[in-house]
T-cell receptor, first 113, second 114 residues
Framework: TQLLEQSPQFLSIQEGENLTVYCNSS?????LQWYRQEPGEGPVLLVT?????EVKKLKRLTFQFGDARKDSSLHITAAQPGDTGLYLC?????????????FGKGTHLIIQP | NAGVTQTPKFRILKIGQSMTLQCAQD?????MYWYRQDPGMGLKLIYY???????DKGEVPNGYNVSRSTTEDFPLRLELAAPSQTSVYFC?????????????FGPGTRLTVT
């Protein structure tokens, strides 16, 4: 069974600060996705990383896939209250995710004005 | 496009009752999934389907059944509800293996079994 460990589980910071969320595993994933979930809604995809060492940027969010494709990080620069939410990492196995994704437990992020 | 729709939004069941959670997608996606989300536990895969007529078990299938008679619909059946099935259930769909990796999620069904 593949497992994804996310840290931290909870993070509350002031507007304008930077933060990093980590997603680690002992397993290799064919791809890794980051989702954001608002209360009462389903997760929404932010980014997919596929290649080891890949870095993707989405405005103030920077996503990195580890060289060995076992871990990933999400870095937010100058956090805004609108960044508040639950961030989930999810990995696809050797089948490319046809048999579903393995999710981490999530990071609850609160950005205080 | 409506995307992925789920009904009902909320439901309270008594122990031993049965119900069907409905899921439909209008994006002509081949792959569909059912996950459950418990507080602090992330999402766990219950069942999935790679096409009409094809279903397979995920990580936590016990107590559930599914069917996929059409590309659009993927209902989840609970036969004998138990308190351990209290959870938020999400249906998701994906175009196909060679296409985008993205899974599109519905808004969820919050189920309480008492």
């Amino acid at each position: 069974t593949q497992l994804l460990e996310q840290s931290p589980q909870f993070l509350s910071i002031q507007e304008g600060e930077n933060l990093t969320v980590y997603c680690n595993s002992s397993s290799v994933f064919s791809s890794l996705q980051w989702y954001r979930q608002e209360p009462g809604e389903g997760p929404v995809l932010l980014v997919t990383v596929v290649t080891g060492g890949e870095v993707k940027k989405l405005k103030r969010l920077t996503f990195q896939f580890g060289d060995a494709r076992k871990d990933s990080s999400l870095h937010i620069t100058a956090a805004q209250p609108g960044d508040t939410g639950l961030y989930l990492c999810a990995g696809a196995g050797s089948g490319g995710g046809a048999d579903g994704l393995t999710f981490g437990k999530g990071t609850h992020l609160i950005i205080q004005p | 496009n409506a995307g992925v729709t789920q009904t009902p939004k909320f439901r309270i069941l008594k122990i031993g009752q049965s119900m069907t959670l409905q899921c439909a997608q209008d994006m002509n996606h081949n792959y569909m999934y059912w996950y459950r989300q418990d507080p602090g536990m992330g999402l766990k895969l219950i069942y999935y389907s790679v096409g009409a007529g094809i279903t397979d078990k995920g990580e936590v299938p016990n107590g559930y059944n599914v069917s996929r008679s059409t590309t659009e619909d993927f209902p989840l059946r609970l036969e004998l509800a138990a308190p351990s099935q209290t959870s938020v259930y999400f249906c998701a769909s994906r175009l196909g293996l060679a296409a985008s990796y993205e899974q599109y999620f519905g808004p969820g069904t919050r189920l309480t079994v008492t």
